[in-house]
């Protein structure tokens, strides 16, 4: 008499694969969630980083100054314009502007866009698309997102 040799068959390899692909099939979406949420949370500090950053300029020259990837004016250039720790890898590109109607010594405008080219491209948030700080503490994004801001 032989006695079974010991092992998987085929078919239960096949069902461990299976509800292996089924619970990464569920789990994935959320970990997306996760990851977008986080990046967002990164973007929304760098943010508030660089609205310090620029109420110190501020207080020495009395104005703030626009910035954005492409200055070249020795003074924008030391605003980081990117969220992370490398600008290639970054979710965010960073702008700072004028507000609205107003001059760049009366309100700065800090906006931060998603997956541009100058970021990581892949990225995007379409909850909140674009997330933007004033200097007079406006917190606002450009998606239909209701809690983009803490």
Not at 10 to 34: G, H, K, N, W
Not at 84 to 107: D, M, P, R
Not at 116 to 139: K, N
Request: proline share 3%; glycine share 8%; net charge negative.
């Amino acid at each position: 008499m032989m006695g079974r040799i010991g092992g998987f068959s085929l078919v239960e390899a096949l069902v461990t694969l299976v509800i292996f692909v089924v619970l990464a099939a569920q789990a994935y979406p959320s970990l997306q969630r996760y990851v977008i949420r986080v990046r967002r949370n990164e973007g929304e500090a760098a943010l508030m980083r660089l609205m310090q950053q620029q109420e110190r300029y501020y207080s020495q020259y009395n104005s703030y100054i626009a910035f954005s990837s492409s200055s070249t004016d020795p003074e924008a250039m030391l605003f980081r314009w990117w969220t992370g720790s490398e600008a290639h890898t970054s979710a965010y590109e960073v702008e700072g502007k004028a507000c609205e109607g107003e001059l760049i010594s009366q309100c700065v405008r800090l906006i931060a866009r998603p997956g541009t080219s100058m970021v990581d491209v892949h990225f995007h948030d379409e909850d909140c698309q674009e997330l933007t700080l004033t200097s007079t503490g406006l917190r606002l994004a450009s998606g239909p997102g209701a809690h983009c801001w803490p």
